[in-house]
């Protein structure tokens, strides 16, 4: 090129009419094992409507390469219907690019693309088939062991045309490729924000739509795939009767092993179009494909995600950083997601994970954080609003090393369905085995609007199936997780959490926090519907276990520091607990041990009403069936309960512990220090009303309790004792136990026994 400048190059509308011999749509027709170097192109003008592959250099550019070149101006193409057919090769891929159309074997370095490309049919012959269409700014189609490095796209990349093929690409850069796309090299690679990516209003596919801000595909092997930056905005706007999958900057990375570095997205994606089933969001990688091995590594994504269209009905998936990774594994290191994620529409089940949506298999996070909000203003069935992974599926698990969530988790709309908030992972199903080291979860996670099937709130997780094992070592919850609203579904379970709502698995914590206010306190909530809410855990379901101590070679027990209130409508089983809200175990596997646990900050049941039993306690509210071992020590509250303007069928309060219902008694030391102050609380006739310096009311033996409490009831209409309420059974007693403190009754009067 010997940096010459060639200026406005025109080409429109040409063909010798013989079938499949094309004319150059391009400086270069096609470039063979050619170097074309130092070379500008200025005030382009293509207008297309016959060729499939076109670019300004070169309509093919097979084995050579493209060193320092750019070109500016505008790329229109408007195919026609041909009655001649295509070339074999051709009939399969469409490849529009401001540079190149199609290169097989390339090598780009340096090259800048000012050509806006605007598409307004991509019409095939009248006897073929189109597999795809590919439009980018840097190369339309890339096939075997191309390379790009140090390229810029500058230019808007449009779609507006009514007759997309099946399957239609849109990138920034290189706009999609082959599976034999080899060795891949894509390194220093830019979309700036005039390279914005759009399909408008009027634009409709017969098929999807894959739309990129960088990269289309990155498919086998690994050379080099790091320092990839958008800062375009996208934007799909029109109808398809397929897929939407729109990714900040890559597409799905494999089916080959594959390290992706420095992936940054600083555009936002806009969806206010129509599409079919299965539409995928994600802020930088599309999804991670493959029985393989990936790994992301200080990917950023600093967009934001607006979803106000339509899908199908098989469901959205939106992830901050990847939607999803099928059948292999991947690691994400060092990854950020800053961008927000809101749903303002109407749509079927939801998943949205900060980081990545859903997950097949495992996936190990090191060092990653979600500081984006999420939040639903519509309206969803099945939904699951997560600061990390909404799903997590097929016996995978998964790993959190210190990961932090800050990201506000918020339903200010409407769930139909079964409903998880949390600000780690959602759901996880059987077999699956979730870890989380040293994590930190400082995000609020909220339901503000309308729930009408069951719902799980929590710091970390929100609800699995049976058979799974969750672990935390060394994390905290200081966010505030927050159930207000309307919950109007029939027979429905409400369970909240500062680590997770409910779990139909086994739960260990060993030397974990929680400082966040945990809240239950919705309206309209039936009558046949339970609520559990507590500092750590909603309740652990029938059948399942629990471990809650310190970590190995620490003195840090675990520990509530803060608020935890139930009030409204509790419908006809709830409770409420510093620590743990309710167990229900009846197996072998499931024993129950609670050592070193610490509760100080204030348990709350006010202004509300339940027509069934109600338990509150400062460690654990309700233990039932627990036959098969109930081991605890060292348990220690000293946070103040309140009961005021409450009612429940039978009212359980204690300083430890509301009520142990049935089998094996709890062992080891607790120790009761706490102000339990009860005002206008009632049972009903043929109910109880109990309060314990340690235990509301018992089946079983308590031995080595210390309780050393104010209690201070107002019109009390029960029984009040520093150890226990009320015992129930001949075999009930309380052996080995200090007492200290007062209990002091103001007005109506019932049972006292100060020892």
């Not at 997205?265 to 806009?270: L, P, Q």
């Not at 235990?695 to 308590?702: E, Y």
């Amino acid at each position: 090129g010997g940096d010459h400048t060639v200026t406005g190059f025109t080409f429109s509308n040409y063909n010798d009419g013989t079938s499949g011999a094309w004319a150059s749509v391009g400086l270069f027709q096609t470039a063979g094992k050619a170097s074309i170097k130092n070379l500008k192109l200025t005030n382009v003008n293509i207008e297309e409507t016959v060729e499939p592959r076109v670019g300004a250099f070169a309509r093919v550019l097979h084995r050579g390469s493209l060193l320092n070149c750019s070109a500016s101006g505008t790329l229109k193409m408007n195919n026609k219907t041909y009655d001649e057919p295509l070339i074999s090769d051709d009939a399969e891929n469409i490849a529009i690019g401001g540079l190149v159309g199609y290169c097989y074997g390339a090598c780009f370095t340096k090259c800048k693309n000012q050509v806006a490309v605007t598409v307004s049919s991509v019409c095939l012959p009248t006897t073929e088939v189109a597999l795809s269409a590919s439009v980018a700014g840097i190369a339309g189609y890339a096939e075997v062991s191309c390379s790009f490095d140090d390229c810029i796209n500058d230019a808007k990349i449009l779609y507006n045309g009514t007759t997309a093929p099946a399957n239609m690409y849109l990138s920034g850069l290189i706009g999609s490729s082959l599976e034999n796309f080899d060795t891949i090299h894509l390194k220093d690679l830019t979309n700036t924000k005039n390279g914005i990516i759009e399909v408008a209003e009027k634009a409709e596919s017969k098929g999807g739509y894959n739309i990129r801000g960088c990269i289309g595909i990155i498919y086998d092997g690994q050379d080099a795939v790091e320092n990839i930056v958008n800062h375009a905005d996208i934007k799909f706007l029109g109808k398809a009767t397929g897929a939407v999958n729109i990714a900040g900057v890559g597409g799905n990375l494999g089916a080959g092993d594959c390290v992706a570095k420095k992936l940054v997205n600083n555009g936002h994606i806009y969806y206010s179009g129509t599409s079919g089933d299965n539409t995928q969001i994600a802020g930088v990688a599309s999804y991670l494909a493959g029985d393989v091995k990936h790994n992301l590594e200080e990917c950023v994504n600093n967009g934001n995600i607006t979803f106000d269209g339509s899908n199908g009905t098989k469901g959205l998936t939106i992830g901050g950083i990847t939607a999803y990774c099928t059948n292999g594994t991947a690691e994400l290191n060092n990854c950020t997601n800053n961008g927000s994620i809101t749903i303002d529409s109407t749509v079927a089940s939801l998943y949205v994970g900060g980081i990545m949506s859903y997950c097949d298999k495992n996936v190990a996070f090191k060092k990653c954080a979600n500081n984006g909000n999420i939040t639903l203003n519509g309206q969803a069935s099945t939904t699951r609003l997560c600061g990390f992974m909404s799903h997590n599926n097929n016996g995978g698990s998964t790993t959190y090393t210190d990961c932090t969530n800050s990201g506000t988790i918020e339903n200010k709309g409407t769930a139909t369905a079964i409903t998880i908030f949390s600000g780690f992972l959602g759901y996880a199903n059987s077999e699956t085995k979730p870890v989380w080291t040293n994590c930190t979860n400082s995000g609020t996670v909220k339901n503000s609007g309308t729930v009408t099937g069951n719902l799980f709130m929590g710091g970390y997780f929100g609800y699995n199936t049976a058979g799974t094992v969750f672990t935390w070592t060394n994390c905290k919850n200081s966010g505030e997780i927050c159930a207000v609203g309307k919950h109007n579904g029939d027979n429905k379970a409400v369970r909240v959490g500062g680590f997770i709502g409910g779990s139909y698995g086994t739960c260990k914590f060993y030397s974990c926090t929680n400082e966040g206010a945990v809240t239950g306190n919705m309206t309209d909530i039936a009558s046949n519907t339970e609520i559990f809410v507590g500092g750590f855990l909603g309740n652990v379901e029938s059948g399942w276990g629990l471990i809650v101590d310190k970590a190995e070679g620490s003195d840090q027990p675990c520990i509530n520091t803060g608020t935890i209130t139930l009030s409204g409508d509790c419908g006809d089983f709830c409770g409420v607990a510093g620590l743990i809200s309710v167990v229900d175990h009846a197996t072998t596997a499931s024993k129950v041990v609670i050592n070193n646990a610490v509760n100080t900050g204030e348990v709350k049941y006010v202004d509300a009403t339940c027509t069934g039993n109600t338990y509150v306690a400062g460690v654990l509210g309700y233990q039932q069936k627990g036959k098969y071992g109930f081991e605890t020590s060292n348990l220690v509250n000293t946070g103040t309960i309140t009961v005021n303007n409450a009612k429940g069928k039978n009212l359980d309060i204690g300083g430890i512990y509301g009520r142990i219902a049935s089998g094996t008694a709890p062992t080891g030391t607790v120790l009761s220090v706490c102000d339990i102050n009860v005002t206008n609380a009632t049972s009903n006739s043929t109910g109880r009303l109990s309060i314990g310096g340690i235990m509301g009311s018992t089946t079983v033996a308590i031995t080595g309790a210390e309780s050393y409490c104010n209690i201070k009831a107002i019109d009390l209409q029960g029984k009040a004792g520093m150890i226990m309420g009320i015992a129930y059974a001949d075999a009930t007693k309380a052996t080995n136990c200090g007492v200290g403190g007062n209990i002091i009754s103001i007005g109506e009067t019932g049972e006292i026994d100060p020892d």
